[in-house]
Each structure stands twice: as structure tokens, then as C-alpha cells.
């Protein structure tokens, strides 16, 4: 159990609908990251929230938006969903922004379009 | 821009050595991290590489040669269960804000 806990774990909708994916990261740790991870393709990196703040954007379409919460749990908002958005959805964490730095990553949430 | 190179699938034998190699040209550079992943599970830490020379871990190790962007891992004894996917991944400076840029990943495949 790496302590990122992600909910829900699955989770089927329809095209045009909008989900929220949770995730709360480890006691301590102040950074957040959200991947997206298609069937046989690698993490792509999608955001980054630092203590509250975005600090890195990847490849995250304008359909998604994310945040992090004061108490450090962050949500991946994704809206107008497409088939092509099915894939699982990745939330890690570490302590710091800068360094090098281990992520620990939850279990991940895999979106079903339909 | 931010390229990680990684084959794509590898096959060896319970028992043997198998080394997954993997290539990066980066803007920037902290270190170098590998990864494993079993289908549909969360990618768990292996290793890290800040300087360049060899990290051992029981059965893995992981080198790291900066001058030339290159990094291997490298499984021994290889058992059934190491049957996964190895990601490599590279961690951009703070500047960049610190994010783990991934490479396609390699599934390895261990055959009795």
C-alpha cells in the first residue's frame, strides 16, 4: 500500500458526461501528479498541483481541469467525455516540488466511456 | 522538448539476466527513475540514478551514464512474478516543476 488512496476505482459513463476523480495523497506529502495511462500506451503526464497550486501542466486537454484542496487532496475534473477518454487515470504524490524525489503512486481509477 | 526511448517487449528465461536499456534527451535533468508496473496496478519504485555509475538493489541494479543519456536496468534470477512492464522515466529541475516524464515502457515476459 503505497498511502495514495484514489476513489472510485472504477467508473462506466456515458459520452458527453463529466466525473470527478479523488485522489488523497500520502500523510506529508504536498505535491500531487495526474497521469493518464491508455491500454498498452505509457503514463502521460497530465498536471501537477504543489501545496495548493498548479505547477506543471502536461498534456491535459482543456476538457480536463484539476485542483488541490487545502487539505491536500487533489480532484481531476473531466467534462464532454469522448470514448477516447477511457484509460486508467493515475494520481502520485511526494513530499517535495523540487529534488529528486520519489512519487508514490494509488491504484488508479479506470474510466470506461460508453 | 522531452524524448524517452525504451523497447517495447522483451522475453527471457526464469533464471537468466535480462537488461532493459533506455535513452533520453531532456532540456533538463535531476535523475533518472525505473519503475515496475503489473497490468492494470500502480507503477511501484525500483531504483533511481543521480549520478552516473551502477545502483544495486538485491536482483536489480540500474546505471546511469549522464554524458551519454543513457540508463539500463537490469533484472537478475529472473523469476516469474518480474513478468511486467519497467518504465523509465526521467524527472525534470524544479524549473519544469518536477514532473516524472515516462517512457513508453517495456513489458518483459518471463518464460519457464
Known amino acids: 500500500d503505497s498511502g495514495v488512496t484514489q476513489t472510485p476505482k472504477h467508473l462506466i459513463t456515458a459520452t458527453g458526461q463529466r466525473v470527478t476523480l479523488r485522489c488523497s495523497p500520502r500523510?506529508?506529502?504536498?505535491?500531487v501528479y495526474w497521469y493518464q495511462q491508455s491500454l498498452d500506451q505509457g503514463l502521460q503526464f497530465l498536471i501537477q498541483?504543489?501545496?495548493?497550486?498548479?505547477?506543471a501542466k502536461g498534456n491535459i486537454l482543456e476538457r480536463f481541469s484539476a485542483q488541490q484542496f487545502p487539505d491536500l487532496h487533489s480532484e481531476l475534473n473531466l467534462s464532454s467525455l469522448e470514448l477516447g477518454d477511457s484509460a486508467l487515470y493515475f494520481c502520485?504524490?511526494?513530499?517535495?516540488?523540487?529534488?529528486?524525489?520519489?512519487?508514490?503512486f494509488g491504484q488508479g481509477t479506470r474510466l470506461t466511456v460508453v | 522538448g522531452q524524448n524517452i526511448d525504451q523497447p517495447t517487449e522483451m522475453t527471457a528465461t526464469e533464471g537468466a539476466i535480462v537488461q532493459i536499456n533506455c535513452t533520453y534527451q531532456?532540456?533538463?535533468?535531476?535523475?533518472l527513475f525505473w519503475y515496475q508496473q503489473h497490468a492494470g496496478e500502480a507503477p511501484t519504485f525500483l531504483s533511481y540514478?543521480?549520478?552516473?555509475g551502477l545502483e544495486e538493489k538485491g536482483r536489480f541494479s540500474s546505471f546511469l551514464s549522464r554524458s551519454k543519456g543513457y540508463s539500463y536496468l537490469l533484472l537478475k534470477e529472473l523469476q516469474m512474478k518480474d513478468s511486467a512492464s519497467y518504465l523509465c522515466?526521467?524527472?525534470?529541475?524544479?524549473?519544469?516543476?518536477?514532473?516524472?516524464?515516462f517512457g513508453g515502457g517495456t513489458r518483459v515476459l518471463v518464460k519457464p
Open positions: 502520485a504524490s511526494s513530499v517535495e516540488a523540487g529534488g529528486v524525489t520519489e512519487a508514490f
Open positions: 500523510s506529508g506529502d504536498l505535491s
Open positions: 498541483y504543489y501545496n495548493g497550486e498548479e505547477r
Open positions: 531532456t532540456s533538463g535533468f535531476n535523475g
Open positions: 540514478n543521480v549520478l552516473d
Open positions: 522515466a526521467a524527472e525534470l529541475p524544479q524549473a519544469a516543476g518536477n514532473k516524472l516524464t
